[in-house]
């Protein structure tokens, strides 16, 4: 540096010039490491980095580290693009914009009694404190002013324990009694077997800001997986972005407030982040907000991640972390204010690492004594934030003030004791009034068929493109076929009949949505809902051009994520009713790597919350010799978290199935997920193909009866490909005695369809359950139990793969006779 000075020119320009590069230079130092010797840390334990190039005694120095090692620390400058780069130096380097204190001591005070009453009143009781990381309420409060002057109507804020219960009072407004009667735990018959805990629960509730902007609040409810709540509530904030159109994103702001242990570790925060950019998962910027406190229950930021700073995983995106003191509140608070313009701004997101310390232990029956017993002596020491801001700013009153506080509180606690039952603290949105949920009732039944004329008619637009686009060859022949289908010269395909579900729907103006790896043209390449010019690539989509006034057809290409997906897609379903959605894996197996989405939204989101979903699952099935992980998606697992009609379960053994259970799952009004076991080889295979007139059939068939037998003396049931197997076999033996009943809906249980079945064969003295997976797999410990009821003095028999650890064979031989086996057993087996 002293030299370049001694080389600059000694002209009076030539020193200005010198001077601002010097200038510029050593800002620019800054900028890049200044973050690492920041005062982040309240309590001291973080010590800033020595960093050797930060090692400057110079005014441009001294300007520098006020701007860059404050109470504020930004990463930034890896973000490339160079506008977005000057405009968070201009905010760090210029003048601080003044913060309303008053506003912001009064918000302090109001949360930390809050808890201070809780704690008294509820004592032995968890609540999650938010204590060591107050700022959290007014750093929410600015984010909402600015939102707010941006034109936001909504904030879908996503959070898990930490400092829930007072987010719902400060943030989303709800009475101080409403969460202090979930504590009373009023009525527990009211929520026998179901319910949630009560900082799980959503809320919704109305923010007035200091401009008098409303904006509704959404806190969207959350299992204690933590983070998975992160893509379910993008998800539904895309769903309500799309709903609003054009000024959705500005409309609908996402905020996600993490732990330090859990933004770390979790993949699906980094699946989640994964999705900003993405056009059919962006919601024009998340705001993250980790509350973090330096801990992760009694596990220290050194081993909870391999970087300094547990939001750095966001690092790979090209967005800015602002790393703040949550004991300079003013500070806190104009970080809340530049990230949310630069959200407006850019549309990105932004990550604010609010860096504080938990008050108590993980829970307030935990000793965080044991574990860390000095950290938790100088806690012991240290004042609340109310009062050391208090003095910082000179606050007069603030005595009386915080008793007024808590006398409120405590009149809020003495009515909640009288209140009979608990409240609910959320609203549903109007969307959802016509669907229904809970037991399946004979009124939900719909018509699925559709006239010759109506398929005709979308065949016609599914299959044409427009004159001067250059399809592949290979497609080409594909639409020739599929027209030949819809005019009924050629026998209809899955594929096909999706198509016209899906055709039909937007065509009565029900939209669709449809993600998953590699979905738009399908892993079989079986779909191809997205046509590509072969010479310039450019796309036409006929599913988009049915007709004039159709609803919306987004079929998206996933990015290669199942939990994240799932939960976005769940999400979505949540606030889009009207809507098909679904989510398509690449092989049912992998949907394992979403179980806790499976577990904790789509199987029990309606027991725990009362909350709604039409999500649609399809997962490729069946044995083909593919191996343990492209043969099984787990159908034990679906029929083992099946109770009280929470989903329904089905493998349609035909393509006029597939349509009918489709255009079923959007037209009725029972609400609920359904999981599809899709086929993969008999996607175009000719038994499992339907004449078009199929489609004009009144429904969906839960058991498909066997019209080639009469009075069977033994009935193989089954269902997916092994049922076409069954009759292929049966042919060869010609066999005329062996009725073979596809049972297309596992759950809920179609027991009228099956005891009728069984008593059209009133003489079979035997029935088997034939499945190809290992007998620790797929339905039969769920069939067999049921058929015995239904079998009355008749046995029930079973044939199935030996049990195994792994749900198939790896060797494609092995396969094959393991399947002829199945098949001759299904035939032949004796009591
Ligand atoms: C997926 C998952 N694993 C483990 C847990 C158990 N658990 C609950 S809170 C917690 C610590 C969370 O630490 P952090 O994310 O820093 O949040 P904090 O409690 O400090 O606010 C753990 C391990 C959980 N709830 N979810
Ligand atoms: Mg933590």
Not at 59 to 88: L, S
Not at 142 to 156: C, D, K, M, T, Y
Not at 382 to 390: G, T
Not at 444 to 449: A, L, Q
Request: net charge negative; with cysteine.
């Amino acid at each position: 540096m002293a030299n370049r000075l001694k080389s600059a020119p000694a002209t009076a320009t030539g020193v200005l010039e010198a001077a601002n590069s010097e200038r510029e230079h050593v800002f620019d130092v800054f900028r890049r490491w200044g973050y690492l010797q920041a005062d982040l840390d309240p309590l001291g334990f973080l010590q800033p980095l020595r960093i050797p190039e930060l090692q400057i005694e110079n005014e441009f120095a001294r300007e520098a580290r006020q701007a860059y090692c404050g109470t504020i620390g930004v990463e930034f400058v890896h973000i490339p693009d160079a506008e977005k780069r000057r405009w968070i130096q201009e905010r760090m380097e210029g003048p601080q914009s003044p913060v309303d204190q008053e506003t912001a001591l009064d918000q302090l005070i109001r949360a930390e009694l809050f808890e201070l009453v809780l704690q008294q009143r509820y004592l032995g009781t968890k609540r999650f404190s938010l204590e060591g990381t107050t700022a959290l309420i007014p750093l929410v409060d600015e984010i909402l002013e600015v939102a707010g002057r941006q034109g936001a109507s909504e904030l879908v804020m996503g959070m898990s324990h930490r400092g829930r219960l007072n987010v719902i009072v400060q943030v989303a407004k709800r009475a101080p009694e409403e969460v202090f009667a979930n504590f009373e735990d009023v009525d527990p018959r009211s929520v026998l077997g179901s319910g949630d805990v009560k900082y799980h629960m959503g809320a919704t509730g109305e923010y007035v800001t200091r401009t008098r902007a409303r904006v509704h609040i959404h806190l969207v409810s959350n299992p204690s997986h933590l983070e998975a709540v992160d893509p379910v509530t993008i998800g539904r904030t895309r769903a309500k972005q799309d709903r609003a159109g054009e000024s959705g994103k500005s409309k609908y702001l996402p905020l996600l407030v993490h732990g330090d242990a859990a933004f770390a570790g979790q993949g699906i925060v980094a699946e989640t982040l994964n999705f900003a950019d993405l056009p059919g998962y962006t919601v024009g910027g998340t705001i993250h907000i980790l509350a973090n406190n330096l801990i992760g229950f009694t596990t220290t930021p050194k081993e909870e991640h391999s970087s300094r700073f547990s939001a750095q995983l966001a690092r790979r995106q090209a967005i800015p972390i602002f790393h703040v003191n949550a004991e300079d509140v003013d500070a806190v608070i104009r970080v809340g204010r530049m990230a949310t313009e630069y959200r407006y701004q850019f549309g990105t997101d932004v990550v604010i690492d609010l860096i504080g310390y938990r008050r108590h232990g993980h829970s307030e029956v935990d000793d965080p004594t044991i574990t860390q017993p000095l950290l938790y002596k100088a806690i012991k020491e240290h004042p609340p934030l109310w009062e050391i801001y208090a003095e910082d700013i000179g606050a007069e009153d603030v005595g009386a003030r915080a008793q007024a506080i808590r006398e409120e509180y405590e009149s809020a606690q003495q009515k909640a004791g009288e209140l009979s039952k608990k409240p609910s603290m959320r609203d549903l949105p109007d969307y959802w009034s016509g669907y229904k949920g809970g037991r399946y009732k004979a009124e939900y039944t719909v018509d699925t068929g559709l006239s010759p004329e109506e398929l005709r008619e979308i065949t016609e637009r599914l299959t044409t493109y427009p004159a001067d686009f250059h399809i592949h060859p290979k497609v080409k022949k594909l639409l020739e076929q599929r027209a030949e289908m819809g005019q009924g010269k050629r026998a209809l395909d899955y594929g096909m009949a999706e198509a016209l579900a899906f055709g039909s729907l937007v065509k009565s103006g029900i939209p669709v949505r449809l993600t998953g790896q590699d979905s738009r043209r399908g892993t079989f390449n079986q779909r191809h809902s997205v046509l590509v010019d072969v010479e310039d690539e450019h796309e036409y989509v006929p599913l988009q051009n049915i007709s004039a006034d159709q609803a919306r057809c987004d079929i998206c290409n996933s990015t290669l994520s199942e939990a994240g997906v799932l939960g976005f897609e769940y999400g979505y379903s949540r606030d889009y009713p009207e809507a098909l959605v679904l989510w398509e894996a690449q092989f049912g197996d992998f949907a394992n790597v979403a179980q806790a989405v499976i577990d904790q939204f789509v199987s029990a989101g309606e027991d725990k919350w009362g909350l709604l979903s039409g999500l649609v699952l399809l997962l490729p099935h069946g044995y083909e010799g593919q191996g343990p992980e492209h043969s099984s998606a787990r159908i034990e697992r679906f029929l083992q978290l099946a109770a009280r009609d929470n989903f329904q379960i089905c493998q349609p053994s035909s393509a006029a199935q597939y349509f009918h259970l489709l255009r079923r799952q959007a037209l009725s009004h029972w609400r609920k997920p359904l999981v599809v076991f899709t086929p993969k080889s008999m996607l175009r295979h000719p038994d499992a193909s339907s004449p078009i007139d199929d489609l004009s059939h009144q429904r969906f068939l839960s058991v498909l009866p066997d019209m080639e037998v009469e009075n069977a003396t033994r009935v193989l049931l089954c269902t997916g490909k092994i049922g076409h197997e069954l009759r292929e076999e049966r042919k060869k033996r010609r066999d005329v005695s062996t009725a073979i009943v596809f049972v297309d809906q596992l759950y809920p249980f179609p027991e009228t369809e099956l005891t009728a079945e069984l008593n059209r064969h009133a003489s079979a003295r035997e029935i088997v359950w034939v499945q190809e997976e290992p007998a620790n797999m797929g339905a039969l410990s769920y069939m067999l139990p049921r058929l015995r009821h239904l079998a009355g003095e008749r046995s029930v028999l079973s044939v199935k793969r030996s049990a195994s650890a792994s749900p198939a064979t790896g060797s494609a031989k092995a396969h094959e006779v393991e399947q002829k086996t199945l098949l001759s057993l299904a035939f032949s087996t004796k009591q």
